[in-house]
Structure formats: structure tokens, C-alpha cells
């Protein structure tokens, strides 16, 4: 499958470098912020290149909240990671259809990939003993988790954590999304492209 977008993975018909990290998310809208802990990620790291994993259903959400189709969310992310080169969407997880599980996607990524980086924010990270065969997945992957100076997240000695400093920028996909609703811009938290697809899908209700 080829995409308009040229840093996009499609598929798993590629080997990835030794050093490759995976940032998911449902990404509802993506929005600056993701792109800042990718990024910050990818460099202090050391990472080789970082895939925008896109939830396909993200299953501790989407009992509870309308999800937004999971091409167009793809899309979304194709759009806001087109100007950064070592930020790459990936729809491995849309492909394997059903709930989407990171382990799944480890195990799935694994063979063609040197050791795996789940980035992800502290708040998150301390959250990872809800997530699905998680003590699977604690021998799996390392964990990179974006911190405010001076915190950390505290998980189990099982973990193999690197801590990285990251501006925050505090904004949410929900924030974005009410905003959307209420009229309010959202130009200034959203890249351009990622304007054009809300606009062009006319999404969470959005107007000007």
C-alpha cells in the first residue's frame, strides 16, 4: 500500500532499525503535544526512528467514548507527523483488526526489530499493571517515559524504565475536541494538516 505521506509505515513489509521506540495512542485528535513528547522522546533516547502507533480499538476508552473511525484518525496522524522526518504512522495495529493490544504489537514487531522503546507519558507509564499481559510485556520492552523535571513514575522493579525530560505542553485530545464544539480555535494546538482532515471530515462537530 503506498501513502500520499512519505513517512508512513503501512503494513510490516520492513526491517526497522536497532533502535526503534513506539508511542501509541488513540490519537483524537493528535495534537502538539504528542508531537512533543514523540520527539523529545526520539532524540534523548536515542532512538533510530519512533512509530505513531494509531489504536484500531482502543479498548480502555471505547466503551466509554465515542471513537472516531480509525482510517481517519490514521489519517490524522499521517498529517501531523508529515514535516518530521524520524516520526513515522503506523497502521499495524488497524491491520490486525480488534482490540488493540501492545503486547500484540511488541510480539508483532519484534521479529524484524532490534529492542523495542515504549514511549509514553509518566502518567501513563504509571498505569502500564492495568494493561493486558503486562508482565509480558515488562520483559518485552523498555519504557521511556516523558517527565516533568524532577518526576519519575513508579512502577515495579520488572520494569526497565529510562526517565526523559520533556516539555509539557498541557493540552488534551478531549480539550481539543470540546473546543471543536464550542467554536473555539484550535489552530495553534493541532498541526495545519491535521486542521485540514477535522475540517475535511467535519469532525467533533467543528465550525469557525
Same mark, same amino acid.
Given at each position: 500500500?503506498?501513502?500520499?505521506?512519505?513517512?508512513?509505515?503501512?503494513?510490516?513489509?520492513?526491517?526497522?532499525?536497532?533502535?526503534? #521506540?513506539?508511542? #501509541?495512542?488513540?490519537?483524537?485528535?493528535?495534537?502538539?503535544?504528542?508531537?512533543?513528547?514523540?520527539?523529545?522522546?526520539?532524540?534523548?533516547? #536515542?532512538?533510530?526512528?519512533?512509530?505513531?502507533?494509531?489504536?484500531?480499538?482502543?479498548?480502555?476508552?471505547?466503551?466509554?467514548?465515542?471513537?472516531?473511525?480509525?482510517?481517519?484518525?490514521?489519517?490524522?496522524?499521517?498529517?501531523?507527523?508529515?514535516?518530521?522526518?524520524?516520526?513515522?504512522?503506523?497502521?499495524?495495529?488497524?491491520?490486525?483488526?480488534?482490540?488493540?493490544?501492545?503486547?500484540?504489537?511488541?510480539?508483532?514487531?519484534?521479529? @524484524?526489530?532490534?529492542?523495542?522503546?515504549?514511549?509514553?507519558?509518566?502518567?501513563?507509564?504509571?498505569?502500564?499493571?492495568? $494493561?493486558?499481559?503486562?508482565?509480558?510485556?515488562?520483559?518485552?520492552?523498555?519504557? @521511556?517515559?516523558?517527565?516533568?523535571?524532577?518526576?519519575?513514575?513508579?512502577? @515495579?522493579?520488572? $520494569?526497565?524504565?529510562?526517565?526523559?525530560?520533556?516539555?509539557?505542553?498541557?493540552?488534551?485530545?478531549?480539550?481539543?475536541?470540546?473546543?471543536?464544539?464550542? #467554536?473555539?480555535?484550535?489552530?495553534?494546538?493541532?498541526?495545519?494538516?491535521?486542521?485540514?482532515?477535522?475540517?475535511?471530515?467535519?469532525?467533533?462537530?467543528?465550525?469557525?
Amino acid at each position: 500500500m503506498v501513502s500520499e505521506f512519505p513517512n508512513t509505515l503501512l503494513g510490516m513489509g520492513m526491517d526497522h532499525p536497532a533502535r526503534t #521506540g513506539l508511542f #501509541g495512542g488513540t490519537f483524537d485528535p493528535p495534537h502538539l503535544g504528542h508531537i512533543v513528547v514523540a520527539t523529545e522522546g526520539r532524540y534523548r533516547l #536515542g532512538l533510530d526512528e519512533l512509530l505513531l502507533v494509531v489504536a484500531n480499538d482502543p479498548w480502555q476508552k471505547s466503551a466509554d467514548t465515542p471513537i472516531t473511525p480509525a482510517r481517519i484518525r490514521l489519517e490524522m496522524v499521517q498529517a501531523a507527523v508529515a514535516d518530521h522526518p524520524a516520526l513515522l504512522a503506523s497502521d499495524i495495529e488497524i491491520l490486525r483488526g480488534g482490540p488493540s493490544y501492545t503486547v500484540d504489537t511488541v510480539e508483532q514487531l519484534s521479529p @524484524g526489530t532490534g529492542e523495542l522503546t515504549l514511549v509514553m507519558g509518566a502518567d501513563t507509564a504509571a498505569g502500564l499493571a492495568t $494493561w493486558h499481559r503486562h508482565d509480558e510485556l515488562a520483559s518485552m520492552a523498555r519504557i @521511556g517515559a516523558a517527565a516533568r523535571s524532577g518526576t519519575t513514575p513508579r512502577l @515495579g522493579p520488572e $520494569w526497565r524504565v529510562s526517565t526523559f525530560t520533556s516539555p509539557m505542553v498541557d493540552i488534551s485530545s478531549s480539550e481539543i475536541r470540546w473546543r471543536c464544539r464550542e #467554536g473555539q480555535p484550535i489552530d495553534h494546538l493541532v498541526a495545519p494538516g491535521v486542521l485540514a482532515v477535522i475540517e475535511a471530515h467535519g469532525l467533533y462537530d467543528f465550525h469557525r
